[in-house]
């Protein structure tokens, strides 16, 4: 069974950063990407980044330049650190690993931004 762990959400500021974890445990394949998602009150889930194994990326238009995705393969966990926030990023971040097309979940975890 794979699982999917969060961690580093919270209250900051705007202008302030936050930087997120997620680490998958279980079995899965390798060949996987790994991604953060998103979803504030109200509205649809929405792609923040995701990341290949080999390191290929894709961004959001709304968090380029300002959110930056890595992964270390070794732990199996995906980070996303995030820079110049405002308060329209405050919403739910998920965790998401896509294996072969089948989609894993994390729980979850709140980033609000507010002054």
Not at 53 to 75: E, L
């Amino acid at each position: 069974q794979v699982q999917l762990v969060e961690s580093g959400g919270g209250l900051v500021q705007p202008g302030g950063s936050l930087r997120l974890s997620c680490a998958a445990s279980g079995r899965f394949f390798s060949s996987n990407i790994m991604g953060w998602y998103r979803q504030a009150p109200g509205e649809r889930r929405e792609l923040v980044a995701d990341i290949t194994r080999g390191g290929s990326t894709t961004y959001a238009d709304s968090v380029k330049g300002r959110f930056t995705i890595s992964r270390d393969n070794a732990k199996n966990t995906v980070y996303l650190q995030m820079n110049s926030l405002k308060p329209e990023d405050t919403a739910v971040y998920f965790c998401n690993l896509i294996v072969f097309g089948q989609n894993y979940w994390g729980q979850g975890t709140q980033v609000t931004v507010s002054s």
